[in-house]
């Protein structure tokens, strides 16, 4: 390493000239990627350098420039990112730095490509805007000072590589415009890239659960070209893609003109479960629905909201009836490589983890991030090297387990969450609490405030609670989660000791009589007395609210108790379907989606004809039959049902 190397600030690895020199060649993909590890090659004096590419899938590395390796292998060179220590570099989003690549169980051997000479191994990656590139390796070792200083540079460069990987004439405009659409799940939503999605195998995407991510991983690369030529689909994926952009993009919204104030502070919405499409399996019920209405509706208005929730590994349990009409469940692996989710990289450009201390020990847990159109979903893993295996089984299953996984489960979602939001340089300017599941965040809260501020635990919590609403879903007490004192003690001990609270005060905040000693802590209660703005879901459930929290508010009528109502909606563009949609465009124009508030759009009701309305309603109904038909049939056959008995029962003579 030369002296003038040494000599050089690490934030001045590379000069503006040299980007901008780089930035030269922006049409010249090839060449500008040649260029980049030229300029690292001689910036650290070494006659080695290499970059590799994400591939569309997000699930390969390619060779895309070298310097030192065979150059034959450029675009034919490929690896997953479960192999070779280039793919560990992409698959931890971390530096990697190995003496004897040999002895490294992820060490993969390349004949092809002319690696016999080179015993060690250092890669960083390559992340433009929070988002993996691709990975930049030296196979030399290099000092401490030096890996800083090469991962600055790949910092530098990372936004003409992100440019270059675009035009490269390794991904096909095609290919990256669908995965483009499949990697945000505001496709979920629109029908023309939903069709055109399912139109690239029809049979398969039915089989894989409307998964596009598996969908275009499964089918290679010279696959989805031919496929695109015989439907001649080349104008629908830019015709969708054209307008991904435009809705990710746009300016004129309705969150630009009216929740403006949000864009420095958004709104943290919590919530133990999201429904937002049958391939994420994170949901259960209502709950989980309304939570993904929510954020996408976010999106739709452009409202500044970050969604945080779990990612189970097995989600919630497949239902199905035995011989004997008895209710039997079933829990599936979800592999992470199939959904549309990546690390969430933090203010340090490093993957966020987190980590909470308990009485017993700490638990660790990764951070996935999810586009949910122009919004973000923030999904926190506990499956994680560090943990214990009780911990790393910790978020496998929604509402699985007994009160200690629960409230660990908790305590990860409510505290954790918050925790990862501070590590991506979030500060949240409202905290939104979708059930008591979170309650624990506004305590995080609360905590950050006394450090950030200097306050004492009274002065935080009041300043905090002005910022927290609460959502309650459920009607009947025996509903909410409630916990013992030593549970309590033994996972939010050291967080009430950074509080500064003894543990019975740290109890009445959960309990409704905060002076019976054997109450438990409820989580509910917890959410009601530190929030501002309480709303159960419907007028009647209202209702049922206030009356059943009202020792929470001694001396107030039940009438007035400060929970209000607000009732549940739908994302109307999740829930319509794409025949009544067209049906609507007709009579109230195309633009009645973005304005389904307006009581004056809905004039236009006049105008349908009646029986076309019927017609459409009848033929979407028949399509329900016959999908329960189809459903009741398997389910059949996986009892072992004679097939006449099958035919007979679901006979579709019978509708």
């Known amino acids: 390493m030369s002296k003038t190397t040494h000599d050089r600030d690490s934030s001045h690895v590379l000069t503006l000239e040299e980007i901008a020199e780089l930035a030269k060649e922006a049409g010249k993909p090839a060449d500008t990627l040649m260029h980049v590890v030229a300029l690292i090659a001689r910036r650290f004096q070494t006659n080695v350098c290499s970059a590799y590419l994400l591939e569309p899938d997000r699930a390969n590395l390619v060779l895309a420039a070298t310097l030192g390796l065979r150059h034959e292998c450029v675009g034919t060179l490929r690896m997953s990112l479960h192999e070779g220590l280039a793919g560990l570099v992409a698959e931890q989003v971390r530096p990697v730095a190995v003496e004897q690549v040999r002895n490294h169980p992820r060490f993969k051997y390349f004949s092809e490509a002319g690696e016999d000479a080179y015993q060690s191994f250092l890669g960083v990656p390559l992340i433009d805007r929070g ?57 979920s939503w629109d029908n023309d890239s939903t069709s055109l999605l399912r139109d690239l195998d ?329 929030s501002r703005r309480a709303n159960a879901v419907s007028a009647l459930h209202g209702e049922v609210s206030r009356s059943m929290w009202t020792a929470l508010y001694p001396g107030k009528p039940e009438d007035v108790v400060p929970i209000g109502h607000i009732t549940n909606g739908v994302h109307v563009p999740s829930w319509l379907a794409p025949q009544m949609a067209r049906l609507y465009d007709r009579h109230f124009g195309t633009g009645w989606r973005e304005r389904t508030g307006d009581a004056g759009i809905w004039e236009g009701i006049e105008s349908l004809d009646d029986a076309e309305l019927w017609e459409t309603h009848l033929s979407l109904k028949l399509q329900l039959l016959e999908f329960v038909r189809g459903r009741a049939v398997e389910q059949g056959k996986r009892r072992g049902e004679p097939q006449e008995t099958l035919q007979r029962r679901f006979d579709p003579g019978g509708y």
């Open 131 to 187: 988002v993996l590139q691709g990975v930049l390796v030296d196979p030399r070792v290099f000092r401490e000072n030096e890996v800083r200083m090469l991962i600055e540079a790949a910092s530098q460069v990372a936004a003409v590589v992100s440019e270059a990987r675009t035009l490269d004439r390794f991904i096909a405009p095609a290919q990256e415009r669908l995965w483009s659409l499949a990697r945000n799940l505001w496709w």
């Open 202 to 530: 029809p049979v398969r995407w039915k089989q894989l659960n409307h998964n596009p991510i598996s969908l275009l991983g499964e089918i290679p690369l010279q696959g989805i070209d031919r496929r695109v030529a015989e439907l001649v689909l080349h104008s629908r994926i830019n015709y969708a893609y054209r307008r991904q952009r435009e809705y990710l993009e746009a300016d004129r919204t309705w969150g630009a003109t009216h929740a403006g104030i949000l864009r420095p502070r958004p709104v943290a919405y919590f919530s133990a479960e999201f429904g937002l499409h049958e391939s994420i399996p994170i949901y259960s019920g209502g709950l989980g629905v309304l939570a993904g209405d929510h954020i996408k509706s976010a999106s739709d208005l452009d409202i500044p909201l970050v969604g945080i929730g779990l990612f189970y590994g097995q989600g919630y349990f497949r239902q199905r009836l035995d011989w004997n009409g008895w209710q039997q469940e079933e829990y599936l692996e979800t592999d992470i490589n199939q959904l549309p989710m990546e690390p969430a990289i933090g203010t340090r450009g490093e993957p966020v983890t987190i980590q909470i201390e308990t009485r017993g020990g700490s638990i660790q847990a990764r951070v996935w991030r999810v586009q949910v159109g122009r919004c973000d979903l923030l999904l926190l893993d506990s499956n994680v090297e560090g943990n214990d295996r009780e911990d790393r089984e910790l978020t496998s299953r929604l509402y699985g387990g007994d009160g200690r996984v629960r409230i660990r489960q908790e305590l990860l979602l409510g505290v954790g969450g918050f925790r990862a939001l501070r590590a991506m340089g979030v500060t949240p300017g409202v905290l939104h609490l979708n059930e008591g599941h979170s309650g624990f965040a506004v305590l995080e809260a609360i905590h950050t405030r006394m450090q950030d501020e200097g306050l004492s635990f009274d002065a935080a919590a009041a300043r905090v609670s002005r910022e927290v609403v609460f959502t309650t879903h459920t009607p009947v007490p025996a509903g909410h989660d409630r916990f013992n004192a030593h549970l309590i003690e033994e996972h939010l001990g050291p967080l009430r000791v950074l509080l500064g609270l003894s543990q019975e005060r740290l109890m009445a905040f959960g309990r409704e009589n905060p002076s019976n000693p054997h109450e438990e802590f409820c989580m509910t209660v917890l959410g009601l007395k530190l």
